[in-house]
């Protein structure tokens, strides 16, 4: 079974969805209950695509199976920064294709000319610090009990990494 690494095209927006809704409702990964309205999400990927912001997407038989997107952050004066964003389906976990998903979609985002990559991660998801690590991300702080998901409270560690 191949896996197809490559920016987000039109044609797989409902399934970048579907599979954004899915971690997204696992409720452990995401700081989202459900993944927004089909019409927000798809404006979302246009920009992106639009504006050459990197948004990877990992394809088995035109299926997203997971993504990594880093648009810029919101305000002019951090246009140097990017925010990533990334999550892969279940039964895709624990095969290295998140470690081949970030490290494609970093060298993208060297590649689109960001200096800083920033993320927010749960403090509960030690594979996923653990492979941020590996990838030059290093923890700039934690914020305490910043995500409320279910009444049960989640820390977000903030983690950053800076192109030489």
């Known amino acids: 079974m191949t896996i197809e690494i490559r920016q987000i095209r039109e044609e797989d927006i409902e399934s970048f969805h579907a599979a954004l809704d899915t971690v997204a409702r696992e409720h452990q990964y995401l700081a989202l ?18 504006n050459g912001y990197p ?7 035109r299926k997203v199976v997971g993504w990594c997107n880093i648009p810029p952050a919101t305000r ?11 999550g892969v389906l279940p ?18 985002a060297d590649a689109f000319g960001y200096l800083r990559v920033e993320l927010g991660v749960f403090g509960s998801n030690a ?26 409270f989640h820390d977000e560690i903030i983690m950053a990494r800076l192109k030489d």
């Not at 948004?55 to 038989?61: E, F, G, T």
């Not at 002019?76 to 920064?81: D, G, K, R, Y």
């Not at 998903?101 to 970093?106: A, G, I």
């Open 91 to 108: 039964q895709w976990r624990g095969q290295g294709l998140g470690e081949r998903l970030l490290r494609e979609s970093l060298a993208a």
């Open 33 to 50: 209950l459900e993944a927004p309205p089909l019409e927000r999400a798809s404006a979302f990927v246009r920009r992106n695509i639009e």
């Open 55 to 61: 948004q990877l997407v990992a394809v088995i038989d």
């Open 127 to 152: 594979r996923a610090v653990s492979l941020y690590r590996k990838a030059g991300f290093v923890e700039e702080g934690i914020k305490r009990r910043a995500i409320l998901i279910n009444g049960v």
């Open 76 to 86: 002019e004066v951090m246009a140097h920064v990017g925010d990533l964003f990334m």
